[in-house]
Antibody
Framework: QVQLQESGPGLVKPSETLSLTCTVSGYSISSGYYWGWIRQPPGKGLEWIGSIYHSGSTYYNPSLKSRVTISVDTSKNQFSLKLSSVTAADTAVYYC??????????????WGQGTLVTVSS | AIRMTQSPSSFSASTGDRVTITCRASQGISSYLAWYQQKPGKAPKLLIYAASTLQSGVPSRFSGSGSGTDFTLTISCLQSEDFATYYCQQYYSYPTFGQGTRLEIK
């Protein structure tokens, strides 16, 4: 059974870079599927950030594209998110997830438990 | 971006009721639609994809229908564990979600 676990700092200062890692168990990232990041501000809805394939192909939300980098480390079975120049508006629970289809940017079949990242000085 | 609008935003119902949640896309998305259930403090859980395909392990009281711009999620006989927030998500273009529908106990 595939499991995902987010890790990283829970507090980031404004203008700095948010960095999170998702560790996958029960499935090899190299075997396929697309792997994504989704966030949810406290009390609000869900926003897709971007997704990656094991080959390194990336897809980003156009509204965040200039600040987002997603990378993959197949040797560690992990993928990572970097979001630069953060502001308070980036405060959210960040989820990593595995997509369910064979094409990029589809639905999200398996989710991590989420990690709250607060942007504050 | 394709905008997804859910209705109602919240409502209350009783155990055993049949309930329907509606999701409308700002443009046609064929059947590229998924539904999720989220409980407080938990990650969303995939219920339905391709508008009407039930995710493995999801009870058959959940069903989805629609294509183009109008979609519905129906719960045929509400159980206590179904009180949660529900989101639709399109994947015709880059993924976007509806604002959520909160289902509360009457």
């Amino acid at each position: 059974q595939v499991q995902l676990q987010e890790s990283g700092p829970g507090l980031v200062k404004p203008s700095e870079t948010l960095s999170l890692t998702c560790t996958v168990s029960g499935y090899s990232i190299s075997s396929g599927y697309y792997w994504g990041w989704i966030r949810q501000p406290p009390g609000k809805g869900l926003e897709w950030i971007g997704s990656i394939y094991h080959s390194g192909s990336t897809y980003y939300n156009p509204s965040l594209k200039s600040r987002v980098t997603i990378s993959v480390d197949t040797s560690k079975n992990q993928f990572s998110l970097k979001l630069s120049s953060v502001t308070a508006a980036d405060t959210a629970v960040y989820y990593c997830a595995r997509e369910g289809g064979n094409l990029p940017n589809e639905y999200f079949q398996h989710w991590g438990q989420g990690t709250l990242v607060t942007v504050s000085s | 971006a394709i905008r997804m609008t859910q209705s109602p935003s919240s409502f209350s119902a009783s155990t055993g009721d049949r309930v329907t949640i509606t999701c409308r896309a700002s443009q046609g998305i064929s059947s590229y639609l998924a539904w999720y259930q989220q409980k407080p403090g938990k990650a969303p859980k995939l219920l339905i994809y391709a508008a009407s395909t039930l995710q493995s392990g999801v009870p058959s009281r959940f069903s989805g229908s629609g294509s183009g711009t109008d979609f519905t999620l129906t719960i045929s006989c509400l159980q206590s564990e179904d009180f949660a927030t529900y989101y639709c998500q399109q994947y015709y273009s880059y993924p976007t979600f509806g604002q959520g529908t909160r289902l509360e106990i009457k």
